[in-house]
């Protein structure tokens, strides 16, 4: 079984410019969770989608941040602009319905913002 | 408010020593709660979860946690450590009524002495 994969591994950018991470998660989890990952925190969840459909983003900067998740398959997440302190480690994650909410996990993209 | 708490940042032990993990949480009801590993560079896994039940759960990679719910505690216990344990752990706390909405400790970095 293919896991949740996500591109790309890496990204450096300058504050103020745009970025965008994608997720293709496992196939047939309809739910898809973007987290965000400062060095030293736990994980945050920023959007929560149910197939296409938004149900939490109540932590999400939604100024800067915006996430879309079409045919509700893959996702993107953007951040535009980009400020210093958005560096960090996006991970994305799936889960299946009626399951034992079981998270499977992206190996994220660590982006750099200088 | 619901919370996670990780009172240990670093934990250092030898190789075939046991170990504890300390979690301990804030939550209006009887929660859902998960222990996850992050190994460098990668996504995190679910190691075991406790919904309801016998209090003592047992999981992948011979880990075990137990459900005190006087003390607000799910520690993480393994009898024998490996090297190949060495790794982020983090404890979770879940089950929004409907939505389902992980909050996150901030992690125990485990290292492991030969």
């Known amino acids: 079984e293919a896991g949740v994969a996500q591109s790309p591994r890496y990204k450096i950018i300058e504050k103020r410019q745009s970025v965008a991470f994608w997720c293709n998660p496992i196939s047939g989890h309809a739910t898809l969770y973007w987290y965000q990952q400062i060095l030293g925190q736990g994980p945050k969840l920023l959007i929560q989608f149910q197939n296409n459909g938004v149900v939490d983003d109540s932590q999400l900067p939604k100024d800067r941040f915006s996430a879309e998740r079409l045919k509700g398959v893959d996702s993107t997440l953007k951040i535009q602009p980009a400020k210093l302190e958005d560096s960090a480690v996006y991970l994305c994650?799936?889960?299946?319905?009626?399951?034992?909410?079981?998270?499977?996990f992206g190996s994220g993209t660590q982006l750099s913002v200088l | 408010a619901q919370s996670v708490t990780q009172p240990d940042i670093h934990i250092t032990v030898s190789e075939g020593a046991s170990l504890e993990l300390r979690c301990n949480y804030s939550?209006?009801?009887?929660?859902?709660l998960f222990w996850y590993v992050q190994s460098p560079g990668q996504g995190l896994q679910l190691l075991l979860k406790y919904f309801s039940g016998d209090t003592l759960v047992q999981g992948i990679k011979g880990f075990e946690a137990e459900f005190k719910r006087s003390q607000s505690s799910f520690n993480l216990r393994k009898p024998s450590v490996h090297w190949s344990d060495a790794a982020e752990y983090f404890c979770?706390?879940?089950?929004?009524?409907?939505?389902?909405?992980?909050?996150f400790g901030t992690g125990t970095r485990l290292k492991v002495l030969a």
């Open positions: 979770a706390v879940g089950g929004t009524g409907g939505t389902y909405k992980y909050i």
């Open positions: 994650a799936s889960s299946y319905p009626g399951g034992d909410e079981k998270l499977f």
């Open positions: 939550y209006g009801a009887t929660p859902y």
